[in-house]
């Protein structure tokens, strides 16, 4: 479930040993499955470990994670890097905003993944977002800009040179194209 380099577990180990006795990292996820998921490492000590909470032995102390987390926490690593900028530790949980789901999966649901595990995050650097309205019975995805993508003048480019090109890839046989349901023209603009 989570891979945690062998530089992180020394980084561990040493910052335990200032701790009381038995205590342990706790691993999460806040809002997990959202837009706004954020992960976490914490101390967790022994009367904070709760009877569903899975333990995760690693050399030297567990981590510990509770159950709504878990599925989100899929293929998480956490690293603990030095550079010349310093020292810090890493977690990286590709799955923390969407649960991983498996390749048999329907349709809709992978098609969902990728823009909430893909597309978004980087459409979130212009705080832009799309959502997934549906998928029609000749293969298009509907798809609802929103954010700093509404009244954008290069939601064209976005659309068909980015977001269409990569969905039509990944999805190939499967999605025959994408189109935008968003009225970038309607009166007030969404994202103020």
Do not use: W
Not at 16 to 39: H, S, W, Y
């Amino acid at each position: 479930m989570i891979n945690i380099s062998d530089t992180a577990q020394e980084h561990f180990v040493k910052l335990l040993k200032n701790q009381e006795d038995n205590t342990n990292i706790r691993v999460f996820v806040v809002n997990p499955g959202t837009t706004t998921a954020e992960c976490g490492v914490s101390y967790c000590t022994q009367d904070a470990v709760e009877a569903t909470d899975i333990r995760l032995p690693f050399k030297g102390f567990d981590a510990v994670v509770d159950q709504e987390s878990a599925p989100f926490l899929e293929e998480a690593q956490i690293d603990f890097v030095t550079d010349q900028m310093g020292s810090q530790l890493t977690l990286k949980a590709p799955n923390a905003k969407a649960r991983k789901i498996s390749d048999d999966a329907p349709l809709i649901e992978r098609v969902e993944y990728l823009i909430q595990t893909e597309i978004n995050p980087q459409l979130a650097n212009h705080n832009g977002q799309v959502t997934l309205t549906s998928i029609t019975d000749d293969g298009i995805a509907i798809l609802q800009f929103g954010g700093g993508c509404n009244g954008c003048s290069m939601v064209d480019v976005t659309l068909k040179d980015g977001i269409e090109k990569q969905m039509l890839e990944q999805f190939s046989g499967e999605l025959t194209g994408v189109r935008d349901a968003t009225e970038h023209a309607a009166g007030e603009h969404s994202y103020y």
